[in-house]
């Protein structure tokens, strides 16, 4: 089983940047589509990016553009570089495996990670 450690959140203002690292154990990571999903205490959980085992994306509309997801297969991480903030992106992420790729969907997990939280301030 894949598990997940989050990291790189914080307190930005509007319109800053972030890096999210998603750092993983298990030996299928390679073999896996990762996604990075979001949670707020007022929207469910919700798919933002998607990518393949080889790199191939996709992303939720709210963030296309500002958003870019990559991996490194040989740290077994996947980051998320986050631009031009916006108030409405505050959220716990989390990253988890995206066995729908390409498709925005969120996995039929029971195992998620801490989370890290992103606060933009407005």
């Known amino acids: 089983q894949v598990q997940f450690v989050e990291s790189g959140g914080g307190l930005v203002q509007n319109v800053g940047s972030l890096r999210l690292s998603c750092a993983t154990s298990g030996s299928t990571f390679s073999m896996n589509a990762i996604g990075w999903y979001r949670q707020s205490p007022v929207k469910q959980r919700e798919s933002v990016a998607v990518i393949s085992r080889t790199g191939a994306t996709n992303y939720a509309d709210s963030v296309k553009g500002r958003f870019t997801v990559s991996r490194d297969n040989a740290k077994n991480t996947v980051y998320l570089q986050m631009n031009s903030l916006k108030p409405e992106d505050t959220a716990v992420y989390y990253c988890?495996?995206?066995?729908?790729?390409?498709?925005?969907?969120?996995?039929?997990?029971?195992?998620w990670g801490q989370g890290t939280q992103v606060t933009v301030s407005s």
């Open positions: 988890n495996t995206a066995p729908f790729f390409p498709f925005l969907r969120l996995p039929r997990s029971d195992y």
